[in-house]
């Protein structure tokens, strides 16, 4: 009878540590991208509201890399800091056809002349498309 205690301790065992193992990968959050396109004008706000750094942008040909880089979104405002110099401005929000053929909210906020729009978000990271003909996309992540 005494060998049939420990093989029951050992099974007991097993199914406690893979438990332990579903509730750790089941905590585990998944991060979804959320496509901010068809989204309305203030749901985009508020996912986009906040202080971001601007880590790079890439386009077909080339990717360029930012350093003390930061925009700060503020709803109808931003300010953009790079290497401890502030500029603010508006973003100018408006609903358009970009260069790619659907709707978007434009913003004027790396260039005055060259709107670009929220594409999509996925966890702490932004992605913003520029709407010229360089059609850089934006990598920013939130701080």
């Known amino acids: ?26 905590a585990t959050p998944v ?52 290497d401890g110099q502030s500029e603010s401005g508006i973003l100018n929000w408006r609903k358009n056809e970009t260069s790619s053929g659907y709707e978007a909210y434009l913003m004027d906020v790396f260039y005055a002349d060259s709107p670009s729009y929220p594409v999509a978000i996925k966890g702490d990271t932004l992605y913003i498309q520029d709407d010229t003909e360089t059609a850089y996309r934006y990598t920013l992540v939130r701080k």
């Open 31 to 82: 991060r979804v991208e959320t496509m901010l396109i068809d989204k309305p004008l203030d749901e985009i706000k508020q996912y986009v509201n906040g202080k971001w750094e601007l880590t790079s942008g890439k386009n077909a040909r080339e990717t360029c890399e930012f350093e003390n880089t930061f925009i700060e979104f503020d709803n109808d405002r931003y300010v953009w800091t790079e």
């Open 1 to 26: 009878m005494k060998p049939i205690i420990p093989a029951t301790l050992f099974a007991c065992l097993l199914i406690a540590s893979s438990c332990n193992e579903k509730k750790q990968q089941a």
